[in-house]
């Protein structure tokens, strides 16, 4: 079992920066393969950023050179630097891990950028 625990979501003007932190349980997070997604009203579940167990990373093309995906194995802990923001990145934002066929998610984190 593992469990997800976003924060760092709010309310921020365009061109702002937000950090977002997923808190993971599990004494092998050092393993997981961490994703942020994203969820506006109306459209569909998106990944938005993705980091391997060695560091790689992807991003979708609507955020790359904004979005910056990290992660503190020490401290079980994945990040979501997001620069430059723009009212289309509204979304409630979710980390996610598979692990042994498991998908699990957490309970999202609400960005909203003003214009």
């Known amino acids: 079992q593992v469990q997800l625990v976003e924060s760092g979501g709010g309310l921020v003007q365009t061109g702002g920066s937000l950090r977002l932190s997923c808190a993971a349980s599990g004494s092998i997070f050092s393993l997981y393969t961490m994703g942020w997604y994203r969820q506006a009203p109306g459209k569909q579940r998106e990944l938005v950023a993705q980091i391997s167990s060695g560091g790689s990373t992807n991003y979708a093309d609507s955020v790359k050179g904004r979005f910056t995906i990290s992660r503190d194995n020490a401290k079980n802990t994945v990040y979501l630097q997001m620069n430059s923001l723009k009212p289309e990145d509204t979304a409630v934002y979710y980390c996610?891990?598979?692990?042994?066929?498991?998908?699990?998610w957490g309970q999202g984190t609400q960005v909203t950028v003003s214009s």
């Open positions: 996610r891990t598979v692990l042994i066929g498991y998908d699990y």
